[in-house]
């Protein structure tokens, strides 16, 4: 028996004032992590925030499962220059406190976020939305200012924390990509 199908993208054209990427076209079941993978510039960012409403859909349908819970990680998370809030404040934003975080993660949520160096502050972001009880999670360029280390806490994150949850992963980086999809689709511009 089939997973349920919470996400179908068909024939999806998107862009803002003109087209950036289509057509694409996907299903994304129930627990399934689906890796797009592309160049820069390639339209995989715009994809995500045209699933989130963000870009404007040319031609073609998104079809997303009614009431679906998302947690979107941008490729570039804002980080507020000075700003008292911990890494516990944000987990606990986004409902991700009920879960315990991996001791590699949890000792980074006793900091403030604006002193986090930028690949904690990312494993942090990720953790928020890997935590959290979204269903569907969207993960932009998550390995963007990590170390080798901190790559391999993410690789692991993806890999033990999923819960039957679904992902869409976005990077540019094959490896990666290879190491946490059970699916791969190519995108190009």
Same mark, same amino acid.
């Given at each position: 028996?089939?997973?349920?199908?919470?996400?179908?993208?068909?024939q999806?054209?998107?862009?803002?004032?003109? *087209?950036?990427?289509?057509?694409?076209?996907?299903?994304?079941?129930?627990?399934?992590?689906?890796?797009?993978?592309g160049?820069?510039?390639?339209? =995989?960012?715009?994809?995500?925030?045209?699933?989130?409403?963000?870009?404007r859909?040319?031609?073609? !349908?998104?079809? @997303?499962?009614?009431?679906?819970r998302?947690?979107?990680? /941008?490729? #570039?998370?804002?980080? *507020? /220059?000075?700003?008292?809030?911990?890494?516990?404040d944000?987990? /606990?934003?986004?409902g991700?406190? =009920?879960? @315990? &975080?991996?001791?590699?993660?949890?000792?980074?949520?006793?900091?403030?976020?604006?002193?986090?160096?930028?690949?904690?502050? #990312?494993?942090? !972001?990720?953790?928020?939305?890997?935590?959290? *009880?979204?269903?569907?999670?969207?993960?932009?360029?998550?390995?963007?200012?990590?170390? *080798? &280390?901190?790559?391999?806490?993410?690789?692991?994150l993806?890999?033990?924390?999923?819960?039957?949850r679904?992902?869409?992963?976005?990077?540019?980086?094959?490896?990666f990509?290879?190491?946490?999809?059970?699916?791969?689709? $190519?995108? $190009?511009?």
């Amino acid at each position: 028996m089939k997973a349920e199908r919470l996400l179908q993208c068909d024939q999806v054209v998107a862009g803002y004032g003109r *087209p950036v990427v289509g057509p694409v076209s996907f299903d994304l079941h129930r627990g399934e992590v689906l890796g797009l993978l592309g160049s820069n510039g390639s339209g =995989k960012s715009t994809l995500l925030k045209a699933i989130t409403g963000v870009a404007r859909v040319f031609s073609g !349908q998104i079809d @997303k499962l009614p009431d679906i819970r998302l947690a979107h990680h /941008r490729q #570039q998370p804002v980080r *507020p /220059r000075e700003f008292p809030l911990t890494g516990r404040d944000l987990v /606990r934003l986004t409902g991700a406190s =009920k879960r @315990k &975080a991996p001791e590699d993660v949890a000792r980074l949520l006793k900091g403030r976020m604006d002193r986090l160096s930028g690949g904690q502050f #990312q494993i942090v !972001q990720v953790w928020a939305c890997m935590g959290s *009880p979204s269903d569907l999670i969207l993960l932009d360029e998550p390995t963007n200012n990590l170390d *080798p &280390a901190t790559m391999d806490t993410l690789v692991r994150l993806i890999r033990e924390e999923l819960n039957g949850r679904t992902l869409l992963v976005v990077s540019h980086e094959a490896s990666f990509i290879e190491a946490v999809c059970s699916r791969v689709l $190519s995108v $190009s511009s």
